[in-house]
């Protein structure tokens, strides 16, 4: 039976039951659950206005460099990864619910702030700032769904989160298309205020959420002396699941440019590649991460993780020389089914080996630190790719899948390990 607090997926009967669970079965039934997924929806379609018009909205309207929008993108991601654990180690202290409430209501501050950035200077310093919160934020929000739900809920309910997030960043990215084919510049500023709107209506949800978190559902406090510090096996599952992580800088830069450059696909399968993509993880996230829990259970999906990526990252190498247009689009296409089930498969295995492995004292923190992987992989992924995997060609691709497949096989027999010893 559940503890008190604990999200319970199932269905609530009556006759109805079977036609809602059919349209609303991926979602859980605890009402602060609900709650916290609509943050993410409205969180999430604000990112997707504002992302599709960043590159226009940095060059045209703060008048910036390509050079120095990629540099201050960078020193976005360098902040939040200083600041990523000593955030989750303040949600420890005071909950990881004011945490994250005030990460939403800086975050917004910060997108209100960038139309004003009329320099380098202070283009960066706003970038560094809302950085912390964009990378920060995660782990404070699993923090969170592991106060609400208790064993394989866990990993099901963060599947929800980004079901939520996938369809609401889809929506944003599609408005922000037509409002910048009819709106012009003043559309681009538009939204990125929208953006920062996005962040204080989610901040304001998470208020009410409040009152509805029950309260073993809270963390508490804990003495210098109590908080456990990760050990070697964690870190290491850390940093292969930042191996792994690099599938996203592969979605959304390698394989856009391994395109254009190198094959003889046109340029137009870009667009379809990412719709292709969204839809397969929406499909299958619920799928994918249904019933997984412990550390093994994540190391096995971190295992298929890294063997669908290599898959992935070898179809593409095969895409090198071939001159029909036909053949590049299928294998293009074909990868990016194999590169949304390794995402797919990573995220459920990284959310179940670090709920499995880090205790309920210092969760927050432990989190935080697990994450840096991710961070470290957004931060690297997009130069390593640029200058050694791509310009290698065939070989390149072959040698990522077979650092993809090692990482996943390691980290299934790291976890495997920790399991037993657990």
């Given at each position: 039976?559940?503890?008190?607090?604990?999200?319970?997926?199932?269905?609530?009967?009556?006759?109805?039951?079977?036609?809602?669970?059919?349209?609303?079965?991926?979602?859980?039934?605890?009402?602060?659950?609900?709650?916290?997924?609509?943050?993410?929806?409205?969180?999430?379609?604000?990112?997707?206005?504002?992302?599709?018009?960043?590159?226009?909205?940095?060059?045209?309207?703060?008048?910036?460099?390509?050079?120095?929008?990629?540099?201050?993108?960078?020193?976005?991601?360098?902040?939040?990864?200083?600041?990523?654990?000593?955030?989750?180690?303040?949600?420890?202290?005071?909950?990881?619910?004011?945490?994250?409430?005030?990460?939403?209501?800086?975050?917004?501050?910060?997108?209100?702030?960038?139309?004003?950035?009329?320099?380098?200077?202070?283009?960066?310093?706003?970038?560094?700032?809302?950085?912390?919160?964009?990378?920060?934020?995660?782990?404070?929000?699993?923090?969170?769904?592991?106060?609400?739900?208790?064993?394989?809920?866990?990993?099901?309910?963060?599947?929800?989160?980004?079901?939520?997030?996938?369809?609401?960043?889809?929506?944003?990215?599609?408005?922000?298309?037509?409002?910048?084919?009819?709106?012009?510049?003043?559309?681009?500023?538009?939204?990125?205020?929208?953006?920062?709107?996005?962040?204080?209506?989610?901040?304001?949800?998470?208020?009410?959420?409040?009152?509805?978190?029950?309260?073993?559902?809270?963390?508490?406090?804990?003495?210098?002396?109590?908080?456990?510090?990760?050990?070697?096996?964690?870190?290491?599952?850390?940093?292969?699941?930042?191996?792994?992580?690099?599938?996203?800088?592969?979605?959304?830069?390698?394989?856009?440019?391994?395109?254009?450059?190198?094959?003889?696909?046109?340029?137009?399968?870009?667009?379809?590649?990412?719709?292709?993509?969204?839809?397969?993880?929406?499909?299958?996230?619920?799928?994918?991460?249904?019933?997984?829990?412990?550390?093994?259970?994540?190391?096995?999906?971190?295992?298929?993780?890294?063997?669908?990526?290599?898959?992935?990252?070898?179809?593409?190498?095969?895409?090198?020389?071939?001159?029909?247009?036909?053949?590049?689009?299928?294998?293009?296409?074909?990868?990016?089914?194999?590169?949304?089930a390794g995402e797919v498969y990573q995220a459920v295995g990284a959310w179940a080996v670090s709920y499995?492995?880090?205790?309920?004292?210092?969760?927050?923190?432990?989190?935080?630190?697990?994450?840096?992987?991710?961070?470290?992989?957004?931060?690297?992924?997009?130069?390593?790719?640029?200058?050694?995997?791509?310009?290698?060609?065939?070989?390149?691709?072959?040698?990522?899948?077979?650092?993809?497949?090692?990482?996943?096989?390691?980290?299934?027999?790291?976890?495997?390990?920790?399991?037993?010893?657990?």
């Open positions: 039976m559940p503890a008190e607090g604990a999200i319970v997926m199932g269905d609530t009967g009556g006759a109805g039951a079977p036609t809602r669970r059919r349209f609303t079965g991926w979602l859980p039934d605890d009402r602060a659950a609900q709650v916290l997924i609509a943050v993410s929806f409205v969180d999430a379609l604000g990112t997707g206005l504002f992302l599709t018009g960043s590159a226009l909205f940095f060059t045209r309207t703060l008048h910036l460099t390509t050079a120095q929008v990629g540099f201050g993108l960078s020193m976005a991601g360098v902040a939040g990864l200083l600041c990523s654990v000593p955030i989750g180690r303040l949600a420890d202290r005071v909950g990881a619910l004011p945490v994250l409430t005030g990460l939403q209501f800086w975050r917004g501050a910060c997108f209100l702030a960038y139309p004003l950035a009329d320099s380098f200077a202070l283009f960066l310093a706003v970038a560094a700032l809302a950085g912390t919160g964009e990378w920060a934020a995660p782990p404070v929000v699993q923090s969170l769904v592991g106060r609400l739900a208790v064993g394989a809920g866990r990993v099901r309910t963060m599947s929800a989160l980004m079901v939520a997030r996938n369809v609401a960043f889809t929506l944003g990215a599609t408005a922000a298309g037509a409002a910048i084919a009819v709106g012009g510049a003043a559309a681009i500023v538009a939204l990125v205020l929208a953006d920062a709107v996005s962040f204080f209506l989610s901040g304001t949800l998470l208020l009410r959420l409040r009152a509805s978190v029950p309260a073993t559902a809270q963390e508490t406090h804990e003495t210098a002396s109590a908080k456990p510090r990760p050990g070697p096996t964690y870190l290491t599952l850390a940093l292969l699941n930042g191996v792994l992580y690099l599938h996203a800088v592969v979605l959304t830069v390698g394989l856009p440019l391994w395109i254009v450059t190198a094959t003889a696909a046109p340029d137009a399968v870009i667009g379809a590649m990412v719709g292709l993509n969204t839809i397969l993880a929406v499909v299958l996230q619920i799928r994918l991460g249904h019933n997984v829990d412990g550390a093994r259970a994540g190391g096995s999906r971190q295992f298929r993780a890294g063997i669908a990526l290599a898959l992935s990252c070898l179809l593409v190498a095969a895409t090198a020389g071939l001159e029909v247009p036909g053949y590049a689009i299928a294998l293009v296409l074909v990868a990016t089914v194999a590169l949304t499995a492995l880090s205790p309920d004292v210092g969760r927050g923190y432990f989190l935080s630190v697990f994450n840096l992987g991710q961070t470290g992989a957004m931060i690297i992924g997009p130069s390593l790719l640029t200058t050694a995997v791509l310009p290698a060609g065939r070989t390149g691709w072959t040698i990522l899948a077979a650092a993809l497949a090692v990482a996943g096989t390691a980290a299934a027999v790291l976890a495997r390990r920790a399991d037993a010893r657990s």
